[in-house]
């Protein structure tokens, strides 16, 4: 399976989001064949998470619907553990937040707890951006608690690691990001997928992108990661790459042996070309 994810940012008003939803449902209609097999999770700005969690259940109850009126049945036939299963897992996209709080309640002014993703409908949430990392000083450790947070309300982190120019310059840019996994999952376990997003700093938002090659070194060391140290820590292992994903780069970065799905921004912003880095 690949994971494509929809990194918004702090983009999109809700006129924005609503047009980007209906592109969303008529192109997944139109291409559900190559689309139904890839995890796609749009990370909206918090505020728009409530409004595309009710447009995501208003899909999925006419599908529910239509599901009974097929198999001649009632609302009433099904568990809640079935109504739960058919309605979430007809969502043609999954939502995550992008970032989340370590703490549960409290003084915390403009932040958002891990449970509040959860009750508007997130199953991930991406943690450790570089935006945050360094825009907001967040080290390793206070990202190593936030996935905990996360993991207590069963949403899936999407780790962010990723070195600066100046470290790649250096050469050091390998043992950077053994560091930051290191740190970031240090005293973390129980892990249902470990999600690891590959972001080199230089690459975010300013067209440039890494070779294959330098792709794939990092791809090796973290496949070597998740064999020796994190075989244990997760059911599943995925490796996304994220910084200047396009339509027309996506397909070389994702036949990348050890790369499963991409970390997409500004690109995301356009539905169509969302889909069409999904489609392939
Ligand atoms: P970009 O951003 O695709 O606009 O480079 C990626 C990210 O920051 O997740």
């Not at 559900?32 to 009710?54: G, Q, R, T």
């Not at 449970?115 to 825009?135: A, F, Q, T």
């Not at 450790?141 to 936030?146: E, G, N, S």
């Not at 995301?268 to 999904?278: A, G, P, Q, R, T």
């Amino acid at each position: 399976m690949k994971i494509i994810a929809a990194n918004w940012k702090m983009n999109n008003s809700f006129d924005e989001c609503d047009a980007w939803l209906d592109g969303f449902f008529s192109g997944y209609t139109k291409n559900i064949d190559k689309l139904k097999d890839v995890e796609m999770i749009l990370c909206p700005p918090h505020i728009l998470l409530d409004y595309i969690d009710s447009e995501l259940m208003e899909d999925s109850m006419k599908h529910l619907d239509s599901l009974m009126t097929q198999q001649n049945k009632s609302i009433e036939d099904f568990s809640e553990e079935e109504l739960n299963e058919i309605v979430l897992g007809s969502r043609p996209i999954r939502i995550g937040g992008q970032d989340c709080h370590s703490g549960e309640s409290g003084s915390y002014t403009g932040s958002v707890s891990a449970d509040m993703l959860s009750k508007v409908g997130c199953e991930y949430v991406i943690l450790g951006h570089s935006d945050r990392r360094d825009g907001c000083f967040e080290n390793s450790d206070v990202v190593a608690k936030k996935i905990s947070a996360a993991l207590a309300k069963k949403l899936t982190p999407i780790i962010c690691v990723g070195e600066s120019k100046a470290v790649r310059e250096k050469k050091e840019h390998l043992a950077f990001i053994e560091k930051q996994i290191e740190e970031t999952l240090a005293n973390n376990s129980g892990f249902e997928s470990l999600v690891i997003a590959y972001e080199p700093i230089w690459a975010i938002g300013t067209g440039l992108v890494p070779t294959i090659e330098e792709i794939q070194e990092v791809a090796n060391l973290v496949k070597k990661l998740f064999e020796t140290k994190y075989a244990n820590i997760a059911n599943k292992h995925y490796l996304l790459y994220g910084g200047s994903v396009k339509e027309s780069n996506a397909k070389s970065i994702l036949d990348i042996n050890g790369v499963d799905g991409l970390l997409v921004g500004g690109a995301s912003l356009n539905v169509d070309e969302f889909l069409n880095i999904c489609q392939n």
